[in-house]
């Protein structure tokens, strides 16, 4: 299984920006799929970015636009860039990574809080 560090969270106010980052344990050329999913209080886990090994992307809808995904190779890292945050954007944010035909691995989680 993969290892995954999540970091960058923290208190924003509103059309604010933040930048999370996922460290991972091994090579991303190794891994088929990363992106990042959000629990907001209240709320199941729904999926935010999907960045494949084909550099293809997916978004929700309610982040595209304002949100981006996106590789480092060098450093193993996958990032989260979140522009113009709102507060429905409030959550805690999961990374994950998962290989075609095995089970996911999903990062701690680290908070975001977007203030009116």
């Known amino acids: 299984q993969v290892q995954l560090v999540e970091s960058g969270g923290g208190l924003v106010q509103s059309g604010g920006s933040l930048r999370l980052s996922c460290a991972t344990s091994?090579?991303?050329?190794?891994?088929?799929?990363m992106g990042w999913y959000r629990q907001a209080p209240g709320n199941q886990r729904d999926s935010v970015a999907k960045?494949?090994?084909?550099?293809?992307?997916t978004y929700a809808d309610s982040v595209k636009g304002r949100f981006t995904i996106s590789r480092d190779n060098a450093k193993n890292t996958v990032s989260l860039q979140m522009n113009s945050l709102r507060p429905e954007d409030t959550a805690v944010y999961y990374c994950?990574?998962?290989?075609?035909?095995?089970?996911?691995?999903w990062g701690q989680g680290t908070q975001v809080t977007v203030s009116s």
């Open positions: 994950y990574t998962k290989k075609y035909g095995q089970s996911p691995s």
């Open positions: 960045l494949t090994n084909k550099d293809s992307t």
């Open positions: 091994q090579s991303i050329f190794s891994l088929d799929v």
